[in-house]
């Protein structure tokens, strides 16, 4: 299909083309992408997104990689490039013999730059392995404070009648400063971010808005003083994560996880629909000389720069970088919107070439998107380049990931070398003891890394299993094996036993999980209830259906494998059911159709009770514990095929209408459900 | 190389003070090693005689520089002129030398009492701390560990422990040769004082 081939960047732009030529053809004047607009409103909420996921851990792994093909590479493109085409205009013809060396060295410094959002826009797709995902996208970051330096100096430049060497010294130095400047400014507002956090425990709702706004302003602030507003916005993405996320609620999490991903994908199309408007609205000088040796000269100052630069890393890096890996980070080299807007802002007086530059930067845009974006995915096919590993974080990982750090940190230390551990393994210390303490509100911040971990993972499992209504996607893998395979000394009925500590229950409910993937569970129709919240309506309605049900109960009865628990089974029996024979839940061999579980919904321990029920977040709240309920097992059952549309009904067998009356009626009752603990899993405490 | 080994043999008269063999007690001078949770059962590494690749099991009480050396080996980077054999037999012994770590009885296999004392140890580091979190962590890393090792099973049966082939299963993500290893870039920064 097409979406195959043509990476999405290239579909954008072409449906831009379009547009814009649709505009023209109407006799409207298109708009243009303002750099304005860009640069304020549509390239932050990307460079968010991106600094805010950023995977911390490969990202400080490579630093020193990233950073010279950011910083020196950027700045030999830019000066190769540069040379080169002032060559080439010296020797272009009367066309172009009046563009200076520094006009040129400006031009080079704007193209030169990889960009972010077109790096993001194809790598996404073809899921390289996460070395080379984060070499690229993290030099396509980094380089911006070079792009900002040169562009502001090369400009300024350009007007002054010489250049000393005092000039050219200061300008080195500034670089210093709009980097660091920028990544402190960031660091600033992240702290106060993580700071602000810590004290909003009681106004969930507006906790997202934190994230957003400071750092937003993190990057205003630094674009204020020409600092690198995109290295700001990074440091502040990375420097408030850990710290609110730790204090923030779950569904504050959620919330600013899917506005930026929301953000940013709005953002990108809107980018890549502007270039191709703009470029049909345009004003375009097409100098096949220039243009042309554009394209060439990029292309072959990326590659001589990434050889080079690479050959001088493979001295440092453990593991070394391999030839494909060389040619995928050549290739991936995307130049993208921040070029256009950039020489969109220069100035017509002082660059009366700008329409040239203009075209030229639109050409090379085009070409890297669409050719290289379109053939890097064969390639990486055809290259057998190693793909991004699918696996999904587990505990064991986690464990051993620890311990793999501690161990090495431990050895550099009796070998006395002060090495990449050991300051990361200080810094880890430093954190804990003081920043912690200040940044992230109340207990959490004692909390060990692996404990966090591993109720992060809990509660992710939980939700998946809310939301997939309990039918297979479990999340973990297919298998019977539970707690009683691994420690046989554990006695089942220490399960069940009132104290349970919080842990305890996520074992179970893991036990829980794993035997009841083939159960249906009565989740789905619980939306429509809730949405509906006329108790009596539904009641009723549930009593005409039962009545339908009835009879073909009748025949049915024989079918069900568990005793109709009302009658015979007490409600201590049927809780020691489930706590010994967790095989109770299997389907047995012999039955075609219908499993079946007995859950007993109602416990003395606890108000709250119905576990499964209760996982869906708009369910019941907790059932009266009222003794009549013990009674009644639930019994659930597979949807038959013979009613669709119908919902399930709860058919206690031939139990007793009023208490069955007010289950009926309580569980379809949205009510008024205390919100759980924030922080806490979903799945409240007893069974 | 040879400068590495100069370094480790001037770091190990450092820790042995001068003399032919190293015992546990020299291991305590190291300051830093305080902070470190696992310290205990990295010590014991260096003791341990099966990574020493002597024949016996059980613990050596002193090592010389050699069996410095041969521990330190496991530490080794990769070269880049290493085919696939040779990266394999790299990759097991890496992980032979962990599995050491874990398995503190000997007994070639990680039991579930064996991996709670791992976690444990992990989290030694924070005070107040349930004993409760640390086994119901181990406990639910030993389910997944036995449902990808070994996948369906029975009520009756009985996960014994972890052994080696379960262990490699298990690091198959993670590319253990990248990580295990330990950097000599700057000799200079080696503290001198003690």
Known sequence: ?687 | TSEQIEHLHRRFKQLSRDQLTIRKENFDSIPDLEFNPIRGKIVHAFFDKRNLRQESDGLADEINFEDFLTIMSYFRPIEMNMDEEQLDRFRKEKLKFLFHMYDSDHDGKITLQEYRNVVEELLSGNPHLEKDSARSIADGAMLEAASICVGQMGPDQVYEGITFEDFLKMWQGIDIETKMHVRFLNMETIAHCY
């Open chain 1, 1 to 687: 299909s097409v979406s195959n081939i043509v990476p999405e960047s290239c579909l954008l732009i072409v449906v831009g083309l379009l547009v814009g030529g649709l505009i023209k053809g109407v006799g409207e004047k298109p708009p243009i992408l303002k750099s304005d607009i860009f640069f304020l409103f549509l390239l932050p909420p990307i460079i968010l997104d991106a600094g805010y996921f950023l995977p911390l851990r490969q990202f400080t792994e490579n630093l020193g990689t990233i950073l010279i093909f950011a910083v020196v590479g950027t700045l030999w493109n830019a000066f190769f490039l540069g040379g080169l085409m002032y060559a080439v205009c010296q020797l272009g013809g009367p066309g172009l013999n009046h563009i200076g060396l520094l006009a040129n060295l400006l031009f080079g410094s704007i193209i030169s730059a990889v960009d972010p959002v077109a790096v993001l826009a194809v790598f996404e797709e073809i899921h390289i392995n996460e070395l080379l995902h984060i070499l690229v996208f993290g030099e396509s970051l980094l380089n911006d404070a070079v792009t900002v330096v040169l562009y502001r100096l090369f400009e300024e430049f350009a007007n002054f009648e010489q250049v000393t060497i005092i000039d050219i010294i200061l300008g080195f130095l500034s670089f210093f400063v709009v980097s660091l400047g920028g990544v402190f400014v960031g660091v600033i507002y992240g702290l106060i971010a993580a700071f602000t956090s810590r004290f909003t425990s009681h106004i969930r709702v507006i906790e997202p808005l934190f994230v957003f706004v400071y750092s937003y302003m993190a990057y205003l602030s630094a674009e204020l003083f020409h600092l690198s507003g995109i290295m700001a916005l990074i440091a502040s993405g990375v420097v408030m994560r850990p710290y609110v996320e730790a204090n923030i609620s779950h569904k504050s999490h959620t919330t600013i996880k899917y506005f930026l991903k929301m953000w940013s994908s709005v953002s990108e199309t809107l980018i890549f629909i502007f270039l191709g408007v703009s470029t049909v609205a345009g004003h375009h000088y097409w100098n096949w000389t220039f243009v042309i040796s554009t394209l060439l000269f990029c292309l072959i100052a990326r590659v001589l720069g990434v050889l080079v630069l690479t050959w001088f890393i493979n001295k440092f890096r453990i593991v070394k970088l391999t030839p494909k890996d060389q040619f995928i980070i050549a290739y991936g080299g995307l130049r993208g919107a921040i070029a256009f807007s950039l020489g969109y802002l220069l100035d017509y007086k002082h660059f009366s070439m700008r329409d040239m530059f203009l075209t030229a930067i639109i050409t090379v845009i085009f070409f890297t998107v669409f050719v290289q974006g379109m053939t890097i995915r064969p390639l990486v096919d055809l290259l057998a380049v190693k793909k991004k590993q699918e696996t999904k974080r587990s505990i064991n990982e986690e464990i051993h990931t620890q311990f793999l750090d501690h161990l090495l940190t431990g050895i550099e230390d009796i070998c006395g070398h002060y090495g990449h551990h050991h300051w990361k393994d200080k810094l880890n210390r430093f954190n804990k003891k003081y920043v912690k303490k200040c940044l992230i509100a109340g207990e959490r911040s004692k909390e060990p890394q692996l404990i966090a971990f591993y109720h992060k993972m809990e509660m992710k499992q939980a939700i998946e299993l809310v939301e997939s209504g309990g039918i297979g996607k479990i999340p973990s893998a297919v298998s019977t094996v539970s707690i009683q395979n691994i420690n046989p000394k554990t006695l089942p009925v220490e399960r069940i036993l009132p104290a349970l500590s919080k842990d305890k229950e996520e074992e179970i409910r893991k036990i829980l999980r794993n035997n009841l993937q083939k159960t249906r569970q009565r989740l789905r129709s619980y939306n429509r209830h809730t949405l509906v919240a006329d108790p009596y309506e539904e009641a009723w309605n549930q009593m005409l259906l039962r009545r339908q049900k009835a009879r073909q109960l009748e025949q049915k009865m024989n079918n069900y494998l568990t005793v109709p628990a009302h009658k015979l089974d007490s409600p201590t029996m049927s809780r020691a059911r489930i706590g010994s024979d967790p095989l109770a839940y299997e389907p047995k061999a012999d039955s075609e159709n219908l499993p079946i579980i007995t859950i007993d919904p109602a416990s003395p321990q606890s108000p709250e009770s119905v576990d499964l029920m209760n996982e869906e977040p708009k369910g019941c709240g907790g059932l009266p514990p009222s003794p009549e309920e013990d009674e009644e097992g639930l019994v659930m059952r597979v949807k038959e095929p013979s009613s669709p549309g119908t919902d399930d009904v709860f058919t206690p067998g031939t139990g007793d209408s009023p208490s069955n009356q007010r289950m009926l009626r309580c569980l379809s009752d949205p009510g008024p459900r205390p919100e759980p603990e924030e922080g806490e899993p979903f799945i409240p405490k007893g069974q």
